[in-house]
């Protein structure tokens, strides 16, 4: 069974975090860490000559969100919005996790949509949401 973690990756006025390579390298501790099998980037940004590899790492890049998830099941959508709390979702181990790009709620043919509570809606970048949610998956699966 695979489980991906598929982000955005977007010019840094976008999202502080989202296309740098440190961003990277925090996606990439996080998928060993938490037994992520593959990451998926939607590459947002304007300038998409350089796209990092590591080779330690299944690694993907697409240039849309539907384009990235086209040959996937079982895919839940992080949302602030969302209707299902985080702390009361239960993970699967081929579960794929899609964390939305920095302009926030979208439409998307992903019919479950997790929110993390917290504190008023407040922006998390997307390298925290995904430690929060993948923490949240090896405490309940492994």
Not at 28 to 37: G, L, S, V
Not at 43 to 58: A, I, V
Not at 110 to 136: D, Y
Request: aromatic share 12%; glycine share 6%; hydrophobic share 30%.
């Amino acid at each position: 069974m695979t489980s991906r973690l598929i982000v955005h990756f977007e010019d840094n006025y976008s999202d502080a975090w989202g296309g740098t390579q440190e961003s990277l390298f925090m996606y990439k501790q996080m998928c060993f860490n938490w037994n992520i099998d593959e990451l998926r980037i939607i590459d947002l940004r304007s300038d998409k000559s350089r796209q990092p590899r590591d080779e330690t790492l299944n690694m993907k890049y697409y240039s849309s969100l539907e384009e990235s998830i086209s040959d996937l099941h079982n895919c839940v959508y992080i949302d602030i919005h969302g209707t299902t709390n985080l702390w009361a979702f239960k993970h699967k181990k081929d579960m794929n996790y899609i964390i939305g790009a920095s302009y926030g709620y979208r439409e998307t043919p992903i019919g479950i949509r997790i929110r993390i509570p917290q504190n008023g809606h407040g922006e998390l970048h997307s390298t925290h949401i995904a430690s929060i949610i993948l923490s949240h998956r090896y405490m309940n699966i492994g």
